[in-house]
Nanobody, 124 residues
Framework: QVQLVESGGGLVQPGGSLSLSCAASGNILSINDMGWYRQAPGKQRELVATITGGGGSSNYADSVKGRSTISRDNAKNTVYLQMNSLKPEDTAVYYC?????????????????WGQGTLVTVSS
């Protein structure tokens, strides 16, 4: 069964940078869109950035546009998020998301999964 594992969270000072990665593993046949979402304490989960299967198109939340870059390595089934000029309001648990098709129980099946989340804290 497909799993997503994130890494790269931690404590960063305001104005600093952080790179997150999320690797998908398992009997993957194909991955469509991948993305990053975040959830701050007491708030709903919100989109940060998404990237299409071929990596040719990406979409960003206005709050991170211009200081974040999403990318993917399809050979490694991995999506990355580089964030610069971090602000205290970027503090949240960051979740990756991926959907696609897997080989499971003898057949080709759709999957749509969330990672376990990685905490990013922006504070001095």
């Amino acid at each position: 069964q497909v799993q997503l594992v994130e890494s790269g969270g931690g404590l960063v000072q305001p104005g600093g940078s952080l790179s997150l990665s999320c690797a998908a593993s398992g009997n993957i046949l194909s991955i469509n869109d991948m993305g990053w979402y975040r959830q701050a304490p007491g708030k709903q989960r919100e989109l940060v950035a998404t990237i299409t299967g071929g990596g040719g198109s990406s979409n960003y939340a206005d709050s991170v546009k211009g200081r974040s870059t999403i990318s993917r390595d399809n050979a490694k089934n991995t999506v990355y998020l580089q964030m610069n000029s971090l602000k205290p309001e970027d503090t949240a648990v960051y979740y990756c998301y991926a959907d696609g098709r897997q080989y499971y129980s003898g057949s080709d099946r759709y999957f749509g999964l969330w990672g376990q989340g990685t905490l990013v804290t922006v504070s001095s």
